[in-house]
């Protein structure tokens, strides 16, 4: 089976910047590729909102309104790992992120979404 480990949250103060890693672990040598991912962060009591999502073998990118020039998804090939880079934070930025991967496990096309277990960000003075 194959997990997803977040880390880099925590608190920051407002304008700061955070880095969040999402790797996957376990059985990754199952994993032949990687057709989507995302970050979605989610309030207690609101719904949760898409952060950040993309489809590397298509090159796309897409923001939610509220991050755009502020907040940048990449990937690590070789180390199965997903960012979520952000600068500028604002107090309503703070919420649990959680990481998304849509993966191949086999050159068949069976594919495998995962999520993360979520990291806290805060940001406050």
């Known amino acids: 089976q194959v997990q997803l480990v977040e880390s880099g949250g925590g608190l920051v103060q407002p304008g700061g910047s955070l880095r969040l890693s999402c790797a996957a672990s376990g059985a990754v040598g199952r994993i032949t590729g990687m057709y989507a991912m995302g970050w979605y962060r989610q309030v207690q009591g609101k719904e949760r909102e898409e952060v950040a999502f993309g489809r590397p073998a298509a090159g796309t990118t897409r923001y939610a309104d509220s991050v755009k020039d502020r907040f940048t998804i990449s990937r690590d090939i070789a180390k199965n790992t997903v960012y979520l880079q952000m600068h500028g934070l604002k107090p309503e930025d703070s919420a649990v992120y959680s990481c998304?991967?849509?993966?191949?496990?086999?050159?068949?096309?069976?594919?495998?979404?995962?999520w993360g277990q979520g990291t806290l960000v805060t940001v406050s003075s």
């Open positions: 998304f991967m849509g993966v191949y496990i086999d050159y068949q096309g069976t594919s495998r979404q995962l």
